[in-house]
């Protein structure tokens, strides 16, 4: 699990309160200073961490770890795996490298960067993966955070921000449990396949590449989504695109993070999409570019165990593909009634892609 600490240093007076109660109340893993009394009337459920010079320090028994910031301790403190944190400021060879080193040893180990790129942070996070110990990267603010918390697909397993005020407290925990939930996905029997005739479809092209058996959420109703298939497996007459799903027409719902739908008209380039595998596992996907294309549509109608209909319309095309029980891909125009396709089944209605329980009746 993702974590942050707070930093009270620079933290103005007259907030100190305020940010100390919001990180308690927020569940804040630690709370850092460089005053022993402010971290001292802290709880026992938050971790205290002392910033200080050097490991000799004074009424520190009531603190769960003293972070040194001495540079020149540091081979040292390594070399006797000191069990508090380490704190390095990275601005050169030599500290980036004891950064890496400390990152594997300690159990604690705050990293700052002086440069703005993220490549020495891509190489502790390397160094120090499967390490038993913690890396903490010093944030500047909550949109560094958030870039920080994916970096290489891992990032630092916690953040260290000196928050404004109590505002920044609670809006970080959030970021820290905004990750994407897992779906319990239905299996869906085709009713009936249409030809539709001419109409604007959307393919919704991602900065990642597609797994085999992954694809995005689509549905003409709110109710309920079939998978699309990305265009990852091979194809006659053209190379493969696997960072592409040919989705469906533009009326359509797209289902996204945070149980939030969009339309695929609204999708633009640098939002959000929510990829699916066959086993209803969701990842956050950066959309590039959506396309928007006059093609032959064909509807494709099905049925839940229950009785819950779907319908999806896409490209009347052999190339469009969605997907079936165990990630099998199935080629739209090839589709049969009772053939078996993987959805996913809403009980919210939507407005303005916001789940509501209001009445509405789709057709």
């Known amino acids: 699990m993702k974590f942050a600490w707070i930093d009270l240093r620079s933290v103005p007076g007259e907030q100190l309160d305020a940010v100390v109660a919001a990180a308690v109340h927020a569940r804040v893993q630690g709370v850092v200073s460089d005053a022993p009394d402010v971290l001292a009337a802290l709880p026992p459920t938050v971790t205290k961490v002392l910033l200080s010079g050097g490991r000799d320090t004074e009424n520190t028994a009531d603190l769960a770890s003293t972070a040194v910031t001495d540079t020149d301790q540091l081979e040292a403190l390594i070399a006797e795996n000191y069990p508090g944190a380490v704190f390095v400021e990275v601005r050169d060879d030599r500290t980036l490298r004891l950064a890496c080193a400390a990152a594997v040893a300690l159990q604690y180990t705050v990293v700052s960067f002086v440069d703005p790129t993220k490549i020495p942070l891509e190489i502790v996070i390397a160094a120090a993966d499967r390490a038993k110990g913690k890396l903490i990267c010093v944030v500047a603010d909550l949109e560094e955070a958030a870039i920080v918390l994916d970096v290489l697909e891992h990032g630092s397993d916690g953040v260290m921000l000196a928050p404004r005020d109590a505002t920044d407290v609670f809006a970080l925990a959030r970021l820290l449990e905004a990750g994407t939930q897992d779906l319990q996905l239905s299996t869906l029997t085709v009713r009936a396949i249409e030809h539709s ?129 165990g990630g099998k891909v199935r080629n739209v125009t090839e589709l049969l009634p009772g053939d078996e396709l993987l959805g996913y089944l809403a009980t919210d209605k939507r407005h303005v892609g916001i789940p509501i329980g209001e009445f509405c009746r789709e057709s």
């Open 197 to 325: 005739g001419l109409g604007d479809r959307v393919c919704v092209d991602t900065c990642s590449h597609f797994e085999p058996d992954e694809g995005i959420l689509v549905g003409s109703f709110s109710s309920g989504f079939i998978l699309c298939c990305s265009e990852t497996h091979p194809l006659p007459y053209m190379p493969t695109r696997p960072f592409r799903v040919n989705a469906g027409a533009l009326h359509s719902y797209v289902l996204g993070p945070d149980n939030r739908t969009n339309y695929l008209s609204e999708l633009r380039s640098g939002g959000t999409v929510l990829a699916v595998n066959a086993s209803g596992h969701t990842r956050r996907l950066i959309v590039g570019r959506a396309k928007l294309e006059s093609r032959p549509l064909l509807t494709i109608t099905a049925h839940s165990p229950d009785g819950v209909e779907v319908s999806l319309i896409v490209q009347d095309d052999w190339h469009v593909r969605v997907l079936g029980p």
